[in-house]
């Protein structure tokens, strides 16, 4: 039988309170838990604040919130298992760290959107693939990542709306395009990232799907997704059963208009708008007929085929026990009886959004969703014209009110619904009231303390938990476990077992015998002449040596930007920030520029009021004043040419300027943008733990 491989990366939310019920603030809240994390688990560091454990599995700080990947599995149930078990763990360290920081709470959160900063984040999926580059997938994935939301979506409020909006999966408001090579603005339902992390594949990076709570959801989409995936290696030609003009706008269209409330349903019954279940059901039919020939699937194939088919059965004749198995169902359920308990019905809902949304979408200054109350209102001068639109609908303006306080309360259950240990789902399932599970409690437990056995997942964990006790020696990553002098190839995905270590490649050699200035100019060059693979290898081995360690980062970081990898990106400007303290003044300014750049690049909007840029233009300063630029220039050119087409006018003017300050400290050019000259110098602090990176 033939084999998939395939991993998850959830994003975890992490929020505490002190003993006076004060919230913590994120940042040393998130760290405190790694460092719980670094006591408590057997481990090998991946570098600063990543680590791999014993089961295989990482455990990460990116981007300022917790993430948990899964090791490589060959079974959609070994992925859910593993998704759980890491679930289990970060929720253990979060009480072990409540108990030794003195806090009253600390709870971990799987949820996909944050309703108050409008920002998502969600689950990404990892498929091993043949095909090369990974684009030629597109054409043949995009329907399926479109429609599966019918039954992997989380439910919850549509967040751009000013109204309630129902919505298979908020995060589908955050996609913008059909394909992109983005992860944090410009989100696409197709991503192009390919970082293989094995040797002779490549790698589907899937971001668009939710974090889901029920097993079944989760089963189902990673499984139907790699059988899908597996099939289009084999040459099977799924975009010839597809015409989508706009894939985005239907993906937008599904999640919104897929359930619209119990009032709705004469109408979708004779027009069944979107076409979710009929593409779903191509995709099965297709996946179905290659399920008895050999070697084509995996042998657990056909009980995926049979739940997906059962699933759309269930959706096609509105089952209502459906809300005991999937997220959205059993959200929408709740919703409902919320709702109604408030005074409220669907249609009413329905109504107060409709007008809410016309008002809002007449005010151009407006972007994203905003609370309409009776004080925005009186500031747009349109209270007359709410009064008539909701007159129109037979609803009152008195009642807006009441309208937002609902608003309110169904997005804070939305929040509640995914906490990890006391949530609403935990708790319903707790009580035995759910029909989600795919995994059993063994498998779990399993989970927790072993790596699967059929993956390259089960060398590195069984590594791990050897020589976790030396681990000041050694650092573990997907590929390798490497230290000073020797390493161990984990490039094979699906080689159990590795026991030949093999002397540390000559890079780190050379790093051992020549000046390391000499080195670091090297990789320069490299870098200079677009030989980023180089370049990256020599300071890596700069970085095991312990040579600079702030602007080594600072160097690799340049080097993942333009190599599109912006989330190592970030991990090696918040280690930089964190060492800060024992690198020159230039470094910092550097660390900071770029630090902007990649909050430039991560704005949807292009407003650098609305993002962190003031908060780092305010340090910049501070540096400037206090420990100047540089005396060479940093060569940063082409790094911005690489996003000029990504950014507005004025972004890609003001980092020009900014680099420029960084190179030979000449800040004048900065003056002429009344982002800088507002902005107050900010205190920077002595030390790296005095201030959040």
């Not at 455990?59 to 990947?69: I, K, L, S």
């Not at 600390?106 to 944050?114: L, M, P, Q």
Request: glycine share 6%; proline share 4%.
């Amino acid at each position: 039988m033939s084999t998939c491989l395939l991993g998850l990366e959830a994003e975890l939310a992490v929020a505490a309170l002190s003993r006076e019920g004060k919230p913590v603030p994120a940042e040393p809240c998130v760290r405190a838990l790694y460092r719980t994390a670094s006591r408590q688990l057997t481990h090998l560091e991946s570098g600063h604040c990543d680590m791999f454990l014993a089961n295989g599995a990482r455990f990460y700080v990116d981007g300022g919130h917790p993430e948990y990947a899964t090791p490589e599995c060959s079974h959609p149930t070994t992925a859910v298992a593993h998704l759980r078990a890491g679930e289990r763990l970060v929720a253990e360290m979060a009480e072990a760290m409540r108990k030794e920081e003195g806090l009253d709470s600390v709870s971990i959160f799987r949820n996909n959107v944050d309703y108050g900063s409008l920002s998502t984040w969600g689950i990404h999926e990892s498929y091993c693939a043949r095909l090369s580059p990974t684009t030629r997938y597109a054409p043949h994935l995009i329907p399926h990542l479109t429609s599966r939301i019918i039954y992997s979506g989380s439910g919850g409020i549509d967040p751009h709306s000013a109204g309630i909006r129902f919505s298979l999966s908020p995060r589908t408001a955050f996609l913008h395009h059909a394909v992109s090579e983005s992860s944090t603005s410009d989100r696409a339902i197709f991503h192009t990232k390919n970082e293989p992390l094995s040797g002779g594949y490549s790698r589907v990076h899937v971001i668009c799907g939710d974090n889901s709570c029920s097993e079944l959801a989760t089963y189902l989409k990673v499984g139907t997704t790699a059988l899908i995936i597996k099939l289009i290696d084999e040459g099977v030609n799924f975009a010839a059963h597809f015409t989508i003009a706009n894939p985005v706008n239907l993906i937008h269209q599904i999640a919104t208009s897929f359930y619209r409330g119990p009032e709705d349903r004469p109408a979708r019954r004779k027009h069944r708008a979107p076409t979710a279940i009929d593409i779903q059901r191509t995709y099965l039919g297709v996946v179905e007929e290659y399920c008895g020939k050999d070697g084509v699937l995996p042998a657990w194939a056909p009980q995926v085929c049979a739940q997906w088919r059962d699933v759309l059965d269930r959706l096609e004749r509105e089952d209502p026990t459906l809300a005991l198995s999937l997220d959205w169902n059993l959200k929408n359920q709740l919703f409902t009886q919320h709702i109604t308990r408030r005074g409220f019905s669907w249609q009413t809902v329905s109504s107060f959004s409709d007008a809410l949304d016309a008002l809002t979408r007449k005010l151009k200054d407006q972007s994203g969703r905003t609370t309409v109350d009776v004080e925005f209102l009186r500031r747009h001068q349109k209270q007359d014209e709410a009064k008539t639109l909701l007159a129109d609908r037979g609803l009152a303006l008195s009642d807006l009110k009441r309208f937002n306080s609902l608003r309110d309360e169904l997005c804070e259950m939305d929040v509640r619904f995914g906490e990890v240990t006391s949530g609403i789902f935990a708790d319903l399932d707790r009580q035995g009231v759910l029909r989600h599970r795919v995994t059993q409690d063994a498998d779990l437990d399993r989970a927790v303390r072993e790596p699967p056995a059929d993956t390259r997942a089960h060398a590195r964990g069984r590594w791990v938990q050897r020589l976790a006790s030396n681990g000041d020696h050694y650092l573990c990553n997907w590929n390798q476990i490497r230290s000073a002098t020797e390493i161990l190839d984990l490039s094979d995905p699906f080689a159990t077992e590795r026991d030949q270590w093999h002397q540390t490649p000559s890079t780190l050699d050379l790093v051992d015998r020549v000046d390391h200035v000499a080195i670091r100019q090297l990789a320069f060059e490299h870098y200079r002449d677009g030989r980023f693979v180089e370049a990256e290898e020599l300071l890596n081995g700069l970085l095991a040596s312990g040579f600079e360690p702030a602007d080594i980062r600072c160097h690799l970081a340049r080097v993942c930007l333009i190599t599109d990898r912006l989330e190592e990106a970030r991990a090696n400007l918040y280690s930089a920030w964190e060492g800060r303290s024992s690198a020159q003044g230039y470094v910092w300014a550097r660390i900071l520029c770029l630090k902007v750049m990649l909050a430039c690049v991560a704005s949807d909007s292009g407003d650098m009021m609305s993002t962190e840029i003031p908060r780092l233009l305010g340090q910049l300063k501070a540096v400037f004043a206090s420990r100047g630029g540089a005396t060479l220039e940093w060569t940063m050119q082409p790094v911005l040419n690489h996003f000029a087409s990504l950014l507005t006018a004025e972004q890609n003017a003001l980092l020009a300027a900014l680099i420029k300050g960084a190179s030979a400290g000449d800040y004048q050019a900065l003056e002429a943008f009344d982002i800088w000259r507002r902005q107050k110098a900010l205190p920077l602090g002595a030390a790296p733990s005095a201030e959040v990176a």
